[in-house]
């Protein structure tokens, strides 16, 4: 008995198919954009250079151990607590004579920082220190900066900080944007934020 021979399969459309699946995918796929704490990293130290010397009062110490204890300037802190002496330190304005800070609120302690230019936050932490504990501190220490940019900008222009900053870097913001700009570096350069991030101790 003769053998009947198989009908072939067309699979000329298959590649068109998986061609189209392809697209499909690549067009419905969202990919998610990492997200983290922008920083700059500092430029490259120049051997000839002397560094400043920077008075003990100038810097606001803290530390997260591998308990994830908050020690500020030595003593245990609540995480709540933290912006809030992060903006007495930064705002104190203790400094007289040059070193005065006639924009400053604070308490002007003589023995806390001078003015914002000379204050310094100094974070250390531990290597087992929880990643979501160090976020906090970061933001809540940043948090600090953008409380008091955002009073001063109010008190000069009407108007937050953030907006401001948010405008500037808006490719669709119709207004002045070289006038923004300024006030924007006029209110950087009011509080710079100066957080120093020691090597995490092991």
Known sequence: MAKRSAPEVNAGSMADIAFLLLIFFLVTTT????????????????EDIVPPVIKQKNIFTVIVNRNNDLLVEDQ??????LRQAAVEFLDNGGGAGEEACDYCQGLRDPSSSDNP??????????RQTKYGTYISVQNELVGAYNVLRNREAQRLYGMDYSEME?????????????????????IQNMYPQKLSEAEPKS
């Open 31 to 46: 990919i998610e954009t990492d997200r983290g704490i922008s920083r700059k990293l500092p430029p490259i130290p120049v």
């Open 76 to 81: 245990l802190m609540d995480l709540k607590d």
């Open 117 to 126: 230019n000379k204050a310094i936050i100094s974070l250390v932490n531990d």
């Open 166 to 186: 948010k405008n500037f870097n808006d490719p669709n913001y119709n207004g002045n944007k070289e006038v923004l700009g300024k006030r924007v570096d006029e």
